[in-house]
């Protein structure tokens, strides 16, 4: 999350502008979602002013309305639609295939629904997303309570909602019902810009930023989106506490075979049953010869894997007696949360980190392993997210001091600059490594995860020494045959 705070509400339009105008000279295939209200209007005027000033080329940006009352149409003036068609639409003279509008007026709201998603996809998806945000923290209007999974869908407005929209209509009356992207679809833009003014909305930027991750403020699930833009005005920013929880890394280092590594208890998180010993067997077996104490934890079920002959039960049944199997080769303990945000579009919910947060009271790590939030995988990287949010939990009611260490696999491998930690390993600890993958023969007699983690290792041993160790050319130490890297890191609360 950035955070740009700004004396007032001019600055906050223009500098909300000037990102957009930038974005927009760089990228003139853009597919830009649109929030309504009254925050966006000044930003709204400084494009049309920026677009007459500079005669901008508008002709590849793709609009798209972020949420409609229900019934009414884009020619209903009280209409959101006919709102961003006023300030923005037709200032800027965009063509009439270039607007897309939720289908609010759809005798099946639910098609309607699906219809409009189905729109942003074939468009490539929103690039952009801007968003205001509500006195509840509601965006869009994903009301407080509703899941963070949900698509574009029908709900029904919170009185305050409503009563704070009532000076738009005529009649003072808003309508009871809306359809609105939900949390998922705002999640999927590949960027999101929120605008928020005014010392009434300080409580809710504070609860977003500050507060646990919960359907009850629905803006606190943006933490998780990897491109989101906060712009502030003072008033607004007048209840953050700066600066935010931050996971640090360490120095780089080299623990070679004769030095200990760090840490006593030892939680694993493995986004699928079989993530662990593909991402950090070989540590694993060094900790376990060292004497640590290892639990092993399945953060889904993993009963979506091709098994063609099996039902989703007995996929997941076979998957975690396979990861009880997996855990064995290590002297681990093992647990199979089964987490919701497999089965929600991997999306997270305060129910996946309260899991998260209950075991990790339990069991008191000193160092907790997880898969990157950057890993592509969007199951690898919803779990990733889930423990760091979990971690902060944890770590601010205990007081404990945990170190967390991403890793990489065959699906994401991090980049020269991107790991901080290299752990060498032996031929027995390799076969260890091996016999913990191969535990999961319902994964590798598919596809040879096994003999990818271990060329991966390999091309760690005999190129990290070189590429991020020393240098090219210079003396090199030897690591062996196989090595296994990390992100090492510690929570700053």
Same mark, same amino acid.
């Given at each position: 999350?950035?955070?740009?705070?700004? @004396?007032?509400?001019?600055?906050?339009?223009?500098?909300?502008?000037?990102?957009?105008? &930038?974005?927009?000279?760089?990228?003139?295939?853009?597919?830009?979602?649109?929030?309504?209200?009254?925050?966006?209007?000044?930003?709204?005027?400084?494009?049309?002013?920026?677009?007459?000033?500079?005669?901008?080329?508008?002709?590849?940006?793709?609009?798209?309305? =972020?949420?409609?009352?229900?019934?009414?149409?884009?020619?209903? %003036?009280?209409?959101?639609?006919?709102? +961003?068609?006023?300030?923005?639409?037709?200032?800027?003279?965009?063509?009439?295939?270039?607007?897309?509008?939720?289908?609010?007026?759809?005798?099946?709201?639910?098609?309607?629904?699906?219809?409009?998603?189905?729109?942003?996809? !074939?468009?490539?998806?929103?690039?952009?997303?801007?968003? $205001?945000?509500?006195?509840?923290?509601?965006?869009? *209007?994903?009301?407080?309570?509703?899941?963070?999974?949900?698509?574009?869908?029908?709900?029904?407005?919170? %009185?305050?909602?409503?009563?704070? &929209?009532?000076?738009?209509?005529?009649?003072?009356?808003?309508?009871?019902?809306?359809?609105?992207?939900?949390?998922?679809?705002?999640? &999927? /833009?590949?960027? =999101?810009?929120?605008?928020?003014?005014?010392?009434?909305?300080?409580?809710?930027?504070?609860?977003?930023?500050? $507060?646990?991750?919960?359907?009850?403020?629905?803006?606190?699930?943006?933490?998780?989106?990897?491109?989101?833009? =906060?712009?502030?005005?003072?008033?607004?920013?007048?209840?953050?506490?700066?600066?935010?929880?931050?996971?640090?890394?360490?120095?780089?280092?080299?623990?070679? %075979?004769?030095?200990?590594?760090?840490?006593?208890? #030892?939680?694993?998180?493995?986004?699928?049953?079989?993530?662990? !010993?593909?991402?950090?067997?070989? !540590?694993? @077996?060094?900790?376990?010869?060292?004497?640590?104490?290892?639990?092993?934890?399945?953060?889904?079920?993993?009963?979506?894997?091709?098994?063609?002959?099996?039902?989703?039960?007995?996929?997941?049944?076979?998957?975690?007696?396979?990861?009880?199997?997996?855990?064995?080769?290590?002297?681990?303990?093992?647990?199979?949360?089964?987490?919701?945000?497999?089965?929600?579009?991997?999306?997270?919910?305060?129910?996946?980190?309260?899991?998260?947060?209950? +075991?990790?009271?339990?069991?008191?790590?000193?160092?907790?392993?997880? !898969?990157?939030?950057?890993?592509?995988?969007?199951?690898?990287?919803?779990?990733?997210? #889930?423990?760091?949010?979990?971690?902060?939990?944890?770590?601010?009611?205990?007081?404990?001091?945990?170190?967390?260490?991403?890793?990489?696999?065959?699906?994401?491998? *991090?980049?020269?600059? /991107?790991?901080?930690?290299?752990?060498? *390993?032996?031929? @027995?600890? +390799? /076969?260890?490594?091996? @016999? $913990? #993958?191969?535990?999961?023969?319902?994964?590798?007699?598919?596809k040879r995860y096994d003999l990818a983690a271990e060329a991966l290792g390999t091309f760690?041993? #005999?190129?990290?020494?070189?590429?991020?160790?020393?240098?090219?050319?210079?003396?090199?130490?030897?690591?062996?045959?196989?090595?296994?890297? *990390?992100?090492?890191?510690?929570?700053?609360?």
């Amino acid at each position: 999350m950035r955070i740009l705070q700004v @004396a007032d509400y001019a600055q906050l339009s223009q500098t909300a502008a000037t990102l957009i105008l &930038n974005q927009l000279l760089a990228q003139p295939r853009l597919n830009l979602g649109l929030a309504t209200g009254q925050t966006p209007s000044g930003l709204y005027a400084a494009l049309v002013a920026a677009q007459q000033a500079l005669g901008l080329d508008l002709s590849q940006v793709q609009f798209f309305h =972020l949420d409609e009352y229900r019934g009414l149409s884009p020619s209903d %003036p009280e209409s959101m639609a006919a709102f +961003l068609t006023r300030q923005l639409l037709d200032p800027l003279q965009i063509a009439a295939d270039q607007r897309y509008f939720v289908p609010a007026c759809s005798a099946d709201a639910q098609q309607a629904c699906r219809d409009y998603e189905a729109r942003m996809a !074939a468009a490539g998806g929103l690039d952009l997303q801007i968003l $205001g945000l509500g006195h509840n923290g509601h965006i869009a *209007f994903n009301e407080p309570g509703t899941p963070f999974h949900l698509g574009t869908h029908l709900i029904q407005l919170h %009185p305050r909602t409503r009563a704070a &929209n009532a000076r738009y209509f005529a009649s003072g009356q808003t309508p009871a019902e809306a359809l609105t992207l939900g949390c998922r679809s705002i999640l &999927n /833009a590949r960027s =999101l810009m929120m605008l928020v003014t005014g010392a009434d909305k300080a409580e809710a930027v504070a609860a977003m930023v500050h $507060g646990p991750l919960h359907e009850d403020c629905p803006a606190s699930v943006l933490r998780l989106h990897p491109d989101l833009t =906060l712009i502030l005005d003072q008033a607004a920013a007048s209840r953050l506490q700066l600066p935010l929880p931050r996971f640090t890394p360490l120095p780089l280092q080299l623990i070679a %075979p004769d030095q200990p590594l760090p840490g006593q208890r #030892i939680l694993v998180a493995a986004p699928h049953p079989d993530d662990a !010993a593909i991402g950090c067997g070989g !540590a694993l @077996a060094r900790w376990q010869q060292q004497g640590a104490a290892l639990h092993l934890v399945a953060m889904s079920s993993g009963h979506r894997a091709d098994m063609p002959e099996a039902t989703a039960a007995e996929r997941g049944a076979r998957r975690e007696a396979e990861a009880a199997a997996e855990a064995r080769c290590f002297g681990a303990e093992f647990t199979a949360l089964k987490l919701p945000f497999y089965d929600q579009h991997y999306i997270p919910g305060s129910a996946d980190i309260q899991a998260v947060v209950a +075991l990790l009271r339990h069991w008191q790590p000193d160092c907790v392993l997880s !898969a990157s939030p950057q890993d592509r995988h969007p199951a690898h990287r919803s779990s990733a997210w #889930i423990v760091r949010e979990a971690l902060q939990v944890w770590q601010a009611e205990s007081g404990a001091q945990v170190e967390l260490w991403d890793y990489e696999g065959p699906w994401f491998v *991090f980049e020269r600059d /991107a790991f901080n930690t290299v752990v060498p *390993f032996d031929t @027995a600890a +390799l /076969a260890q490594k091996m @016999a $913990g #993958i191969q535990a999961h023969q319902s994964q590798v007699s598919r596809k040879r995860y096994d003999l990818a983690a271990e060329a991966l290792g390999t091309f760690r041993a #005999i190129t990290v020494p070189e590429s991020r160790l020393s240098g090219f050319g210079s003396d090199q130490q030897d690591l062996g045959l196989q090595a296994e890297v *990390f992100q090492r890191q510690q929570l700053q609360l």
